[in-house]
């Protein structure tokens, strides 16, 4: 479809979008005003049982995703709340899987043993177990993943991208009607291919409070080797044309944290800053040096428990980087912390070439906490640089990655 073949109303809106600066080119005005029926996909769906389907302190389900190919589907998912007082109401986290997963029971006892309703739920139109990329699909599942990279000449409600953000705004649907659930308090997290697909919901659903990718980024055509391979020819620019997170990022408003690993092969710092800078809403980082690229450890940062409890339940905000900057090899970076700063570092590198292959160091930074600073010398030869913050949890906060050679 093309800006020419959408009705007057989507027109008027792709064009309202632009006017607004909301999104950055028509490609993305377009797929915002032809994509999704946020009014249908606010209700909640109906849900069903999942006979055949238990885990220790959660429960299976399926709900009505969006048709594909003119059928009904429906998605499985695994859900639990954490005890609490009749009438009470506790916050809740929709968890997106990454590449080759699927609904994971774990992770929902996590967030449960944190005091959290959540869900998680497959979006490649499978059912919980087997192996990675080797998940049972059931007969009513929507389009299977990753990224759909050989459906681009489907009409977009067919497509896996289309479905699996639905996935995740219906999960939120659900989610917000049950009793036990406020509804004003809800985050959302994702690993991975769930980082990208958070990204995009980040900026779609206005219902969430807090989104927190982890490795899952936007500006994925600027690594050269992603997404190659994966289609017929010109998928790669298709796809990105119509789901980069680039596309989405501009109207994404609430609080985000991004977690990324210094040498994570799929989402290259760059990439990372590119999109958390074209995020408006309030940001914070945690890059951790050489990161492990996993479920389970996407799945573990405390950083993200941290921000919801402090959205969510009152608790502390984590520390925040209000300032970095360098008067030649002096570096420095100011900051805010309601709990004590015990650590300071400065990871650098002295290496070129692709990201994924080159070598951090990690030397002590002075740190003043009394006056929320942090200083450091760069070494020589260093390519770039950035601060974490450690603070008494062991909860890792850090600055931008700054460049010493040049734009």
Not at 95 to 119: M, Q, S
Request: with cysteine; hydrophobic share 40%.
């Amino acid at each position: 479809m093309t800006l020419r073949q959408l009705p007057s109303a989507a027109l008027a809106l792709a064009a309202a979008l632009l006017l607004l600066g909301l999104f950055p080119d028509v490609a993305s005005a377009e797929q915002a005003a032809a994509t999704w029926d946020l009014k249908a996909l606010s209700k909640p769906p109906r849900e069903y049982p999942a006979p055949g389907f238990s885990a220790p302190g959660v429960r299976g389900l399926f709900y009505d995703g969006l048709p594909w190919k003119g059928k009904p589907t429906r998605v499985f998912a695994w859900y639990a709340a954490p005890e609490h007082k009749a009438g009470e109401k506790v916050p809740a986290m929709i968890l997106v899987h990454g590449g080759g997963g699927t609904a994971f029971d774990d992770w929902v006892r996590l967030w449960v043993k944190r005091g959290y309703a959540a869900i998680s739920m497959d979006t490649c139109g499978c059912t919980a177990g087997g192996e990675h990329n080797k998940r049972p699909r059931h007969e009513m599942g929507g389009p299977p993943g990753w990224g759909g990279f050989d459906q681009l000449a489907d009409p977009i409600a067919d497509q896996w991208m289309y479905h699996a953000v639905a996935d995740c705004i219906l999960a939120t649907s659900l989610v917000s009607s049950y009793p036990e659930v406020d509804a004003e308090r809800i985050g959302l997290t994702g690993i991975s291919w769930g980082g990208i697909l958070t990204c995009v919901v980040a900026g779609v659903d206005t219902r969430l409070k807090f989104a927190a990718p982890v490795y899952g980024c936007g500006y994925l055509g600027d690594n050269a080797g992603w997404g190659k391979g994966r289609g017929p020819e010109g998928s790669q620019e298709r796809w990105l044309d119509l789901w980069d997170p680039s596309r989405y990022l501009p109207a994404a408003r609430m609080p985000m944290l991004w977690i990324v690993g210094t040498n994570d092969f799929a989402f290259p710092l760059p990439s990372v800053q590119k999109s958390y800078r074209l995020a408006p809403g309030p940001r914070a980082l945690s890059i951790r040096v050489r990161m492990p690229h996993g479920q389970g450890q996407g799945a573990a940062p405390e950083e993200i428990a941290a921000l919801a409890d402090h959205l969510f339940k009152g608790g502390p905000p984590p520390a925040k980087v209000t300032g970095q900057g360098a008067d030649g090899k002096a570096a420095w970076v100011t900051f805010t912390s309601a709990r004590p700063v015990v650590k300071a570092e400065l990871n650098y590198t002295c290496d070129k070439g692709a990201w994924k292959d080159r070598k951090w160091e990690t030397a002590a930074a002075d740190l003043d906490a009394a006056a929320g600073k942090a200083k450091a010398t760069v070494p020589d030869g260093a390519t770039q640089y950035y601060f974490n913050l450690i603070d008494e949890r062991g909860l890792i906060v850090s600055s931008e990655h700054l460049t010493c050679e040049g734009p």
